[in-house]
């Protein structure tokens, strides 16, 4: 019965809010359903959910910093494809009116946000990723998403971060060249 002692492989956190995600994302592209803040949620951790799982398999032959930056590439571009989709499907515009928003405003905003992931990346990088927690707060989370033993909880959490952070440069490039291409 090892497979029900805790903390498990993958928590309950996870496999709930990865479901959700699947749901509400598959809906809304098949009905063509407007995009709203829970829609644009879901459309972020459904795969993000797919993709920690799936770093799992290459997990033991590659090194962790190489899967949870193949992972968090993978999850920004399966993020802005599912949002594309969902906004080109209903015939909305893919990007958010910018005609509020000077370009000199976006620039700021995509270099502290590169300098913000650019020093995630840096501690990542240098920090002993797996042993980093250890007191009881720590236990707690790995209930929730999953045993740090087997690695879930540590790569579903940090990819959340750096993919939500590269997902927000990747989006403000896009905002930057709609700006530029609608001054000319």
């Given at each position: 019965?090892?497979?029900?002692?805790?903390?498990w492989v993958v928590?309950p956190?996870?496999i709930?809010?990865?479901?959700w995600?699947?749901?509400?994302?598959?809906?809304?592209?098949?009905?063509?359903?407007?995009?709203?803040?829970?829609?644009?949620?879901?459309?972020?951790l459904?795969?993000?959910?797919?993709?920690a799982?799936?770093s799992?398999?290459?997990?033991p032959?590659?090194?962790v910093?190489?899967?949870?930056?193949?992972?968090q590439?993978?999850?920004?571009?399966?993020?802005i494809?599912i949002?594309?989709?969902?906004?080109?499907l209903?015939?909305?515009?893919?990007?958010?009116?910018?005609?509020r928003?000077t370009i000199?405003q976006?620039?700021?905003?995509l270099?502290?946000?590169?300098?913000?992931?650019?020093?995630y990346c840096?501690?990542?990088f240098?920090?002993?990723?797996?042993?980093?927690?250890?007191?009881a707060?720590?236990?707690?989370?790995?209930?929730?998403?999953?045993?740090?033993?087997?690695?879930?909880?540590?790569?579903?959490s940090?990819?959340?971060?750096?993919?939500l952070?590269l997902?927000?440069i990747?989006?403000?490039?896009?905002?930057?060249?709609?700006?530029?291409r609608t001054?000319n």
């Amino acid at each position: 019965m090892s497979s029900f002692s805790l903390p498990w492989v993958v928590g309950p956190v996870p496999i709930v809010v990865t479901t959700w995600s699947a749901y509400v994302t598959t809906t809304a592209v098949i009905h063509r359903k407007e995009m709203t803040g829970g829609r644009f949620v879901a459309a972020f951790l459904f795969p993000l959910g797919l993709i920690a799982a799936t770093s799992l398999i290459f997990l033991p032959r590659y090194d962790v910093r190489i899967v949870l930056t193949a992972g968090q590439v993978a999850t920004t571009v399966c993020f802005i494809a599912i949002y594309i989709l969902e906004k080109t499907l209903r015939g909305d515009p893919p990007l958010l009116p910018t005609e509020r928003v000077t370009i000199k405003q976006i620039l700021w905003s995509l270099y502290f946000a590169a300098i913000l992931y650019f020093i995630y990346c840096l501690v990542m990088f240098n920090i002993p990723i797996f042993n980093a927690c250890s007191i009881a707060k720590c236990y707690a989370l790995e209930l929730l998403l999953g045993g740090k033993v087997y690695k879930f909880s540590v790569l579903y959490s940090l990819n959340f971060i750096g993919s939500l952070m590269l997902a927000g440069i990747i989006l403000t490039l896009f905002l930057i060249i709609s700006k530029v291409r609608t001054k000319n």
